[in-house]
């Protein structure tokens, strides 16, 4: 028989005699309280544990990865975290309102107190960074200097280690590599949809010049275009090219990964590949929302001190609106769009293949007879 | 070669002439032009666009599931398209907020020449509740009068018709029903987890008695609990206790169908149950949305005219309130969770119905020891 | 010359080695760890850290209006603050996006070692409660017991010291008795706003009888309905039928603040009643969202744990639910909207008193005959 | 008596017969039904009925400040009117979440069937663009043409026609130069603003150097900080600085109407800058949503469709990216924070000043020693 648990009082069990004794305004402590200085702390009080709360989050999926074999199951239970992370983001976008209620002015009554203070140095927030996969590289110099020369030293020390350890973007890139649907025995992924595609490339060629709707110039123009198509997907089947665009930092994900998320995008409908699939749109939402964040709170920063020199010497606005696009960490998965063909242009799986990327139970009821279908 | 397509112009394509032109305000035309009857007719206009969309997805969804067996791709389009649902329903909820930057007062400047129209002959919107599953005896009266009786003739046929096809709650019943899960040679569900569910009560009782930590007074209290939630199993487990509850209306999902609800929350882990989980879930989701808009839309009335007669002679708040709880479609898988157990005291399901609950490829692989795991 | 601030360090400002290092789930504790525990911790901690601030505006607000006379601008001051907490309320009811991503059956892995904990003792949210102006009489019993008696003693203390204090209901509703407005000496509100009230429903009921277009049923139909309107009216204007509707707790605002709102409303396009109708406005947005979050609460748990107990003994969902309506507290601004009447049926105010409710600088400077108009 | 209105219809009010047969998908038309194309049309057509909208709200604002003299009331008007444009504008961002629900492969199902159509021919959203006060100048040339050559020729009629009429930005503008509160017997803003402005650079200069706290490299640093905003300061109050910005494209503002915002912002306190205050704030609302439209708008399209090249043959989502900074209408509006300065720094103002900017009725009645303080 299990035992009892003591039994436990709500504001012990969430520490709320410090947590909500952890707010001094330094506005007080100078004789002249700012009414909006409690805010100010609260907003970021809050966004420090969210923070923590994704750092959890994450920590747990990139230890799911770490095996040379991912469970089914966990990529699910990746998804489902992944998707928490999505909301919680929703909040630190729309927190930025409540923050835009205390106007400049006020701001003003208590700013000084603060400096050099800055969000700048949050070490969660470049904690979470680093787990996604900031590669330092990426990252711009801030007044010359790196960022993390503005944290206290044993914080630069708890960031310079995570810089070294394996980072959500390299576990999924691992585990996008060695998918094994790319080689199939019967099924080559990667010559049929580049067959595919140069046909389709011809064909909207022809299309062009023998469409009758369409003027000389509108011909040209168009035909402009589709070779500017054609140049993308012709890096995309050329491996050095491929290798090239990474060394130019203009593409980081592996020529097989990419092969491998392609497969994935475009026979997404087989129940095997359901799952992979929700995998990569969700990382696209959370990369999508970080720079979202960035952006919003760049705004924020603009209307709050204008082209002042922000807390902490930073001139905010015009630093963060640099790095809300550098500092994406899946371009790769929002550029595949690029690469994606029709449905109906897509070769068809021969049939012991689609069984084979099914479910058990179906396949096994099937071959007995005694039919899934009639049964469910 | 396929051929090519006549050029698409914007506005011609999404007919903006028609769509724009379809504001005629009635203020205007009786000579007082009230600047805001454009911002209620506006509104009004969108919620009817969302609702054909909705209309879109609900009938597609059906359509999906109207066969003896649903494949398990169409399962995961089915939930993409729920999912979609409930992000058209968030909008339909944050739009009242711009209808709430009418002030009653500005409202009133042009009220009367509506009368007696009013959001309650919405056809679409009935036409949802119908596709849903909203029961004719489910629905309040209002003014003693069936809810079609306010609609044109030629409406009021179509919304019968409706109640007469079959909808999205039985549908999804009679594949709850179908699932060949409850049954499988060398594991059955049902005793099982009967089983597991006695032994939990019987701890959880012993688990009181033996409390050190808790009163006489408390203990008292406890049993009372745990009796209470005896009964609600006892009504689980008694078949006609079932049926009775759904001829009292307190239930609705048949006994075969709860109990693969309920399978398929315990072992949602399977992946062969991964995308029917999602659709319960997202059942519910929709229900919540539903409901929260009910309720917050009946706030907005309540604040636009008060306790006054609403147009069309709704004593608009009062019923609308009324509604709210009332037309909850898939409130028995709300309740669901009444009757979960946790994983730890769920009992293990034996390797081979395990391996038939997954991915054919995997079990295929491994038995043949080209293992899975090493290629993925 | 002011004196230079120490300098100030991001995690030390926000204390954030201690809000950091408050989080300590039990199922770890007890060696079970649970991976979403984390997750209830902290969103429930952030929930508290925005009741303190909504504390601190609320007690700001009051403070301000704890005064015979309450300046001009502090009113601009308390909307402002008000608006603060309405979009921290949007906040608090999006966050439930993000607990719901923990589903049942996960919380039922470490459910059990929290028990008889529950939101239901959090101090701060009764306290936001008492000091919006929640009656102790207006509470709901628990199990037959007052809310105070499942909270600590000493948090007992802080409760019923609470109730006691003066809330924003009691000064905005001293405030309203107070306003000059409604006896001008040239203008008298009340008795030519009832005479305007009484020409119209007498102009309605001579419309339905001409009307043309409507059967005998018909304007049967709209004569009852105008008669509840006339009775609504009626207890408008006998002070001792609103006295009876306080009694019997259908009503809660006194006859002379309730004729002051009324004013407010109807004449809020004059300069001086602006910021007097923002607060009106945003004390009833306030109220919405507060009961908009106690409906989504509800739903929330009613999905989480069904008809279950809930922590705390509580029998979570239909307690909740029942304090919904309950629990506004602004309701009688809510049916004002009852008693408003068309613009253009308002009388005109005298131009005298027009002039003394607008801007000083504008009515010196027109009567210097140094037009505001041509400079502004 | 006034005469009975002919009873109104639901759908016929809102003309839902039309509204509801508006939307042909073309892969129906061409045989090839994709199920998709419905939502991408009701999507759009969303956003053009929100469009319409926006631009009735903004032709009637700019209405109101086509006259030499802008009336109290019609600022408060104003306000309310541009706030509802927030809170459209907030809708247009999240129902972005809704198409998100349509994958890139789902898309290409339809998508050659609608070239060249492009949401780039949106007439309503570049109308909107002109009315705010979009400069031609300042539009990117798309593919080496304007924006209106993509458009039908009566299409690019309206739209040159509406580059000439006079925007928002220049009315506001116009409405600031004219202030008089720059200029007030008894005091001069700009004087003493800059009189306080270079005493609180000195002190900001001594602190620095006399700061214990610094070491000699920090405070090099934030001298350097210093003599930037020094600069800035500069440019501020030299009349010719600000031209040659303006000349540059660096700065929109005159120098007459900087300078009544930059008052507006420092006194909003007193009661007549209240809402002028509110206004300048609403402005940099709508700013933000928009260009954090135009922002989530970019990165939808570059999920959707990759670096391809977009319908209407437009880069798609390089272009859009481009426009999101450039197209900023009150940019003005945020950088003002650069020159706020701290309430408790603020020149008081003469007590006749304060006076002549409160209520005419708090003043008469103040003299007339039945004071209003024991009145309200």
């Given at each position: 028989?299990?035992k009892?648990?003591?039994?436990?009082y709500?504001?012990?069990?969430?520490q709320?005699?410090r947590?909500?004794?952890?707010?001094?305004?330094k506005?007080?402590e100078?004789g002249?309280?700012?009414?909006?200085e409690?805010?100010?702390i609260i907003?970021h009080q809050?966004?420090?544990l969210?923070?923590k709360?994704?750092?959890?989050?994450?920590s747990?999926i990139?230890?799911l990865f770490?095996?040379?074999?991912?469970d089914e199951?966990?990529?699910?239970?990746?998804?489902?975290?992944l998707n928490r992370?999505?909301?919680?983001?929703?909040?630190?976008?729309?927190?930025?309102?409540v923050l835009?209620t205390?106007?400049?002015?006020?701001f003003?009554?208590?700013?000084?107190?603060?400096?050099p203070?800055?969000?700048?140095q949050?070490?969660?927030?470049r904690?979470i960074?680093?787990?996604?996969g900031?590669?330092?590289?990426?990252?711009?110099l801030f007044n010359k200097?790196a960022?993390y020369?503005?944290v206290?030293?044993e914080?630069?020390a708890v960031?310079?280690?995570s810089?070294?350890?394996a980072?959500?973007?390299?576990?999924?890139q691992r585990?996008?590599?060695?998918t094994?649907?790319?080689?199939?025995?019967?099924f080559?992924?990667w010559p049929t949809?580049?067959?595919t595609?140069?046909?389709?490339l011809?064909?909207?060629?022809?299309?062009?010049?023998?469409?009758?709707?369409?003027?000389?110039e509108?011909?040209?123009?168009?035909?402009q275009?589709?070779s500017?198509?054609?140049?993308?997907?012709a890096a995309?089947?050329?491996e050095h090219?491929h290798?090239?665009?990474?060394?130019k930092?203009?593409?980081?994900?592996?020529y097989?990964?990419?092969?491998a998320?392609?497969?994935?995008?475009?026979y997404?409908?087989e129940?095997?590949?359901h799952q992979p699939?929700?995998?990569?749109?969700?990382?696209?939402?959370?990369?999508e929302?970080?720079?979202?964040?960035?952006?919003?709170?760049?705004?924020?920063?603009?209307?709050?001190i204008?082209n002042?020199?922000?807390t902490g010497?930073?001139?905010?606005?015009h630093?963060?609106?640099a790095?809300?696009?550098k500092?994406k960490?899946?371009?790769d998965?929002?550029d595949l769009?690029t690469?994606?063909?029709p449905?109906?242009k897509?070769p068809e799986?021969?049939?012991e293949i689609k069984k084979?990327?099914?479910?058990?139970?179906s396949?096994k009821?099937?071959?007995?007879t005694?039919?899934?279908?009639e049964?469910?």
């Amino acid at each position: 028989m299990s035992k009892p648990y003591p039994p436990v009082y709500y504001s012990d069990y969430l520490q709320l005699d410090r947590l909500l004794a952890s707010q001094t305004p330094k506005s007080a402590e100078y004789g002249k309280p700012a009414h909006d200085e409690t805010l100010f702390i609260i907003v970021h009080q809050v966004y420090e544990l969210w923070f923590k709360q994704i750092i959890h989050e994450l920590s747990s999926i990139i230890h799911l990865f770490a095996h040379d074999y991912v469970d089914e199951k966990n990529i699910g239970v990746a998804v489902a975290r992944l998707n928490r992370i999505t909301e919680i983001q929703k909040l630190l976008i729309d927190q930025l309102r409540v923050l835009e209620t205390m106007t400049p002015l006020d701001f003003l009554e208590f700013r000084e107190y603060l400096l050099p203070a800055s969000g700048f140095q949050s070490i969660q927030f470049r904690l979470i960074e680093n787990l996604l996969g900031m590669e330092s590289e990426q990252r711009l110099l801030f007044n010359k200097e790196a960022y993390y020369v503005y944290v206290s030293p044993e914080h630069q020390a708890v960031l310079r280690e995570s810089e070294h350890r394996a980072s959500l973007f390299q576990h999924v890139q691992r585990w996008l590599e060695r998918t094994p649907f790319l080689d199939l025995e019967g099924f080559q992924f990667w010559p049929t949809y580049r067959a595919t595609v140069e046909r389709m490339l011809q064909n909207d060629r022809a299309i062009i010049l023998n469409n009758t709707f369409s003027t000389e110039e509108e011909k040209h123009k168009q035909l402009q275009e589709l070779s500017k198509n054609e140049e993308s997907f012709a890096a995309l089947f050329d491996e050095h090219k491929h290798k090239d665009l990474i060394a130019k930092g203009r593409r980081r994900l592996s020529y097989q990964a990419t092969q491998a998320a392609l497969l994935i995008h475009l026979y997404r409908d087989e129940p095997i590949l359901h799952q992979p699939f929700r995998l990569l749109t969700v990382l696209v939402d959370m990369d999508e929302l970080f720079t979202s964040w960035r952006y919003r709170h760049a705004l924020m920063v603009h209307r709050m001190i204008g082209n002042k020199i922000g807390t902490g010497g930073s001139t905010g606005y015009h630093y963060l609106r640099a790095t809300v696009e550098k500092y994406k960490i899946f371009a790769d998965l929002f550029d595949l769009s690029t690469f994606l063909i029709p449905r109906s242009k897509l070769p068809e799986l021969p049939e012991e293949i689609k069984k084979s990327l099914g479910f058990y139970y179906s396949v096994k009821s099937n071959t007995e007879t005694q039919s899934y279908a009639e049964k469910h």
